[in-house]
């Protein structure tokens, strides 16, 4: 199955958000994959996009299950959620689980004005009643791969597959 | 003999000592606390992870600071949280400890936070829940008699990576009543894991354990020669009945060669943290100038304890 | 009962027979040594192939929790234990509740085991009133009642001049006094070794100073006195060596160790196991290993089980709440023969620490297979493990640090008197 370019794709990202997104709306990455696109995307696109990030391990509704992962980052969001436009972004949205969990968790920072999703790629999949207001590519992928996002050093953006369905 | 700590996936399953926990562990509950110390600074000081779990706080000796911690922590964590002051309730009137913690399996408690003023009461019961196939029920040690005060420990060795960093390049000086200190037994098996080169236990001979050498500790009688190069300098608390049993004649004589006076801390590197327990007793172990100085960090290690415990509740609860 | 006993390999230490043979017994008393008498028939014959035939093994401290402890065990149980463990003669403790300072007591306790009719039970009677240590018993009257020695058991006695006073008064009659060297003071609130393991477990710590402080006064005493003293429970090397120079200098003194010092040590606590609390407690590997040398050399006179039956309930608390004590009267004989096999120590010799030995300090008729010897018999087959498990145990006292293991030695009859009174 081919995989789309990351950078292609980030920049159809880009195109699509572009007059669209408000000016001042906050970017808010999800660890780790949508944390680099949150970036990439507030360079790429003018107006006022400061970046947060989130880390949804606290939020996830599989913890009885698998129990807390080996690392987990702070979640950053220097500015106000109170009143705020917000951009959720992800790398891969397949089930929502992830989605939902930061939804959860912004809310609890305050009350947005509203909340809008961009995702890199979406794979489909999908468990819980959640779509992307931007997204990227559209793909169909088996249900035992992965998709993951990885970054150079130099910054380079890249999509792979791997074994175990996530 | 397999740890009871471990389960049989080699997982954290119940937090009883620090003594033989592998580096990597305790690193991982370092990491850990670190987003949970965020939390704190949110305006909702709350998270779902342990929503439906609830937390016994089973206290057989009265300590209001510690288990107000824990209580915070478990909540912070949306847990429900149950206080059980045993003095008060049914051991006293006969029910042995292992029928107590019995009852409240059955009343779907999924964690024990035990203080015991026995050495091994956490380690009984960890062994009777293991033994009777309830392994998702996990205990926490909240201090056994002198044996250990694992999150203590782990709050300290939190603090000293917070102003210091790195444990391979510090000398940690650690006064007072070694002996009957619980906190010094966790800090000096913690350190020593952690790649601590010079733990030192400063004190009287009356207040240090016999073969502490045994350990890894070096020790030091006076201060003078103890505090001298210390990074850290760790205060413990020195307790009434010491002076009763003929341990230490008097509170104003420990003071003058053990208590630490902005005199004494000046023995130590320029940039040395002084850390304390809690509850400080001012003049006697600790002077008030330097409780209050500018190189304490004993306040953070308020703080820094609840998120230390919301880590090691979680950890438990998710494996 | 008339009983032939053949092809077994008798071990008879006083004696120094060890060797294939024939035992015959009868009206109560050994009546010969190899061949039978001419004209004696056997009523019962028995084919010991395979086994060894030797005294019946006496222990010196077996509590059998009557009167006063019943919830723990009883005489019943535990009479059966001894005889289950091949022990045909053992002493008893004072420490009954109410202890035993009363002839009334004591011949209740004998009269009580007679009736059994299984092991000969020695009473040994309280020094002091209560075990108080401040007033003197009747030792005349207890032992007229039948107490063979005197004891503090694990009471402490502070007062070195009531010490001394009862010291002489037991002399008076006869009597060895058996100590425990334990200074109390030195020992108080301790629960454990004070020794590295202590220190990692945060285990109040009892020095060995508590033992050679006490054996220091005590040997000073005996000087004093030349009182007959067996001091109880050896656990420091430095105790060991006390009592080498003691006996060099012809003090009239003995000792014993309990047979789990002899393999455990403080390391064993393990995670606060509780089966490991006992008094005295689990010293360093040095120390087991000189009483392990101190037995092999004789300094150290006998082995005994320190038998002392607790319940669960009691066990299964905090290290420093349980109870001490471990249940030992079936564990004498296979600990005493792993010792040996380990130390490389003649069965013969081994025996004797069970044997000969202690029926000389109890001053019993018993304690070896002569003509006229009392006809207490003990057939085992040294070449069978058995697992020692709660069901393997006739005694309610199932408290045990051993529990597990692959127990040397299996009793396989015990003879007291001439009757057969265990079969297994």
Not at chain 1, 36 to 43: G, I, K, M, N, P
Not at chain 3, 133 to 155: D, K, P, R, W
Not at chain 3, 234 to 258: F, H, I, N, Q, Y
Not at chain 3, 322 to 330: S, Y
Request: charged share 20%; hydrophobic share 45%; aromatic share 6%.
């Amino acid at each position: 199955m081919a995989l789309p370019d990351a950078e292609q794709t980030i920049a159809a990202l880009a195109d699509r958000m572009r007059g669209a997104v408000a000016f001042d709306a906050k970017f808010v990455g999800i660890y780790s994959g949508g944390a680099w696109v949150a970036e990439r995307l507030a360079a790429m696109i003018d107006g006022e996009h400061p970046v947060g990030y989130i880390d949804v391990s606290f939020y996830r509704d599989d913890f009885s299950r698998t129990g807390l992962k080996p690392e987990v980052k702070r979640t950053e969001l220097p500015f106000e959620v109170e009143g705020a436009t917000i951009v959720l972004v992800d790398d891969v949205l397949y089930t929502g689980r992830s989605v939902r969990a930061a939804i959860n968790e912004l809310f609890d920072f305050g009350r947005p004005a509203c909340v809008e999703l961009a995702v890199l790629v979406d794979r489909g999949g999908r468990e819980l009643p959640i779509e992307p207001t931007y997204a990227g590519a559209r793909l169909a992928v088996a249900r035992d791969l992965s998709i993951v996002l990885s970054r150079a050093e130099d910054g380079r953006l890249t999509l792979t597959t791997e074994a175990g369905g996530a | 003999m397999r740890n009871p700590q471990l389960n049989a996936q080699g997982e954290l399953t119940h937090l009883l000592t620090l003594e033989g926990l592998p580096a990597e562990v305790i690193v991982r509950i370092l990491d850990t606390a670190v987003p949970f110390a965020s939390i704190a600074e949110r305006d909702v000081k709350k998270v779902p992870l342990l929503r439906g779990r609830s937390v016994f706080n089973l206290f057989f000796e009265n300590s209001t600071r510690t288990r107000t911690t824990f209580e915070i922590a478990a909540k912070r964590l949306s847990a429900d949280v149950i206080n059980l002051n045993i003095g008060f309730s049914s051991t006293s009137k006969g029910e042995t400890l292992l029928d107590t913690v019995d009852n409240l399996v059955a009343m779907n408690a999924d964690m024990f936070v035990v203080r015991h003023s026995q050495s091994g009461a956490p380690h009984l019961i960890a062994a009777h829940l293991n033994r009777t196939g309830r392994l998702h029920v996990h205990v926490v040690n909240a201090g056994d008699g002198r044996h250990q005060h694992p999150t203590q420990g782990l709050l300290d060795l939190f603090t000293i990576r917070h102003y210091k960093k790195d444990f391979r390049a510090l000398t940690v000086g650690i006064v007072g009543d070694v002996l009957h200190s619980r906190v010094a037994r966790s800090l000096i098996h913690g350190l020593t894991t952690l790649g601590t080169p010079e733990v030192r236990a400063i004190g009287p001979k009356t207040l240090l354990p016999t073969d502490l050498q045994a350990l890894g500790v070096q020790v030091y009688n006076d201060t003078h020669s103890g505090l001298a190069g210390c990074d850290v300098v760790v205060m413990l608390r020195l307790q009434n009945e010491r002076m009763k049993g003929a341990l230490l004649p008097s509170v104003g004589e420990y003071f003058k060669h053990y208590g630490l006076t902005p005199e004494k801390l000046a023995l130590a590197k320029p940039d040395a943290i002084v850390m304390h327990p809690g509850p400080m007793n001012r003049g006697v172990e600790i002077d008030s100038a330097v409780a209050d100085g500018e190189r304490s960090v004993i306040f953070s290690q308020v703080t820094f304890g609840i998120a230390v415990r919301m880590a090691v509740l979680s950890i438990l609860a998710g494996n | 009962m008339k009983i032939e006993i053949k092809n077994g390999r008798l071990v008879d230490p006083r004696h120094g027979v060890d060797g294939v043979g024939t035992l015959c017994v009868g009206d109560e008393r050994v009546v010969a040594v190899g061949a039978p008498p001419a004209g004696w028939r056997a009523e019962r014959t028995i084919d010991a192939t395979g086994l060894v035939v030797c005294p019946g093994l006496i222990d010196l401290s077996a509590r059998l929790r009557e009167p006063g402890f019943e919830y723990k065990a009883t005489l019943e149980s535990e009479m059966r234990a001894a005889v289950a463990g091949g022990v045909t003669s053992l002493a008893c403790p004072p420490d009954t509740d109410p202890p035993l300072d009363e002839p009334g007591l004591v011949e209740m306790l004998k009269y009580r085991a007679r009736s059994l009719d299984k092991a000969h039970v020695y009473p040994i009677g309280a020094l002091t009133v209560g075990l108080q240590g401040f007033e003197l018993t009747e030792m005349a009257e207890l032992t007229e009642a039948g107490c063979v020695a005197f004891s503090q058991a694990e009471a402490p006695l502070t007062d070195t001049g009531v010490l001394l006073r009862a010291m002489q008064y037991a002399a008076t009659f006869g009597h060895r006094v058996w100590l425990r060297p334990q200074d109390p003071y030195l020992a108080k609130g301790g629960v454990a070794h004070d020794g590295e393991v202590a220190t990692r477990l945060g285990l109040a710590a009892i020095p060995p100073a508590a033992e050679t402080i006490a054996l220091a006064t005590i040997f000073a005493l005996v000087r004093l006195t030349g009182v007959h003293v067996h001091l109880c429970r050896l656990s420091t090397a430095e105790g060991v060596a006390m009592m080498r120079a003691a006996k060099a200098e012809g003090l009239p003194v003995s000792c014993d160790v309990a047979v789990h010092h002899l393999h455990l040590c403080d390391v064993d606590i393990g995670w606060f196991d509780a089966q490991c609390r006992l008094i005295p407690p689990l010293r360093s590997s040095r120390d087991r290993a000189a009483l392990r040398a101190g037995l092999c050399d004789g300094t150290i006179d006998l082995v005994c089980s320190d038998h002392a039956p607790v319940d669960d309930d009691a066990k299964q608390l905090p290290f420093g709440e349980a109870e001490p004590g471990a249940t030992g009267l079936e564990l004498l004989l296979p600990l005493t023969l792993k010792w040996a096999t380990e130390d490389g120590v003649p069965l013969a010799a081994a025996l004797a620490r069970i044997t000969s030995r202690p029926a000389e300090i109890l001053g019993s008729p018993a304690g070896h297979l002569g003509v006229g010897a009392p006809a207490d018999v003990c057939l085992f087959d040294a070449r069978v493990h058995w697992r020692v498990e709660p069901s393997a145990l006739a005694s309610q006292g199932k408290n045990t640090p051993f529990l597990g293991l692959e127990a040397p030695g299996k009793v396989r009859m015990t003879i007291v008197g001439g009757h057969v009174v265990h079969e297994g």
